[in-house]
């Protein structure tokens, strides 16, 4: 998931590519629209969780919602070629994270790096795992459109119930995270 948005997002030209041998599905379409609906400030649902079954395309969508999100102009395209509104002006920053990666910061850690941020949560990695609260997420995200994508978390919780923290696990910290 990282890898691919970094690629296509680098170059406009491989984003437009992706779109050009992909089709938009039914679900896909659902989720452009009501997180496009979102990042425009307009829409109520703030998480939305794709459960297909195994293969059935949930980093393939997110690729698609995170490549339109940064990239105004290919996403007007895209969306009115597929007849749906387009409500949000501008451009997102998009966090991508996949549980196939342990960083060594923790996932939350992770997604401070990737805003740019890693020393506003340095102090929930640096001397072992803490967790932030709600006020330190919302001071980290502040106003700005932000696309946060969590792809292939179960084998990272399998990994991370299995390391002891305190009373608890890493797998205790990151949900409270």
Do not use: C
């Amino acid at each position: 998931l990282i890898d691919a948005l970094t690629a296509a997002a680098s170059s406009s030209d491989a984003a437009a590519v992706f779109f050009k041998t992909n089709q938009i599905t039914g679900g896909m379409r659902l989720l452009l629209e009501l997180g496009f609906r979102r990042l425009a400030g307009k829409g109520e649902q703030p998480s939305f969780v794709l459960s297909q079954a195994m293969g059935g395309g949930k980093t393939h969508v997110m690729i698609a919602l995170g490549l339109l999100a940064q990239l105004p102009t290919l996403r007007r395209r895209i969306l009115a070629e597929a007849g749906l509104p387009d409500e949000f002006d501008g451009a997102a920053r998009v966090v991508a994270i996949t549980g196939r990666r342990n960083p060594a910061h923790y996932i939350w850690g992770e997604v401070a790096a990737q805003l740019k941020k890693p020393e506003a949560f340095r102090r929930f990695w640096a001397e072992g795992p803490r967790a932030p609260d709600e006020s330190d997420w919302k001071e980290l995200l502040g106003t700005e459109p932000t696309l946060i994508m969590l792809d292939e978390l179960p084998g990272w919780f399998d990994y991370a119930v299995a390391q002891p923290v305190g009373g608890g696990t890493l797998a205790n910290v990151a949900r409270y995270a």
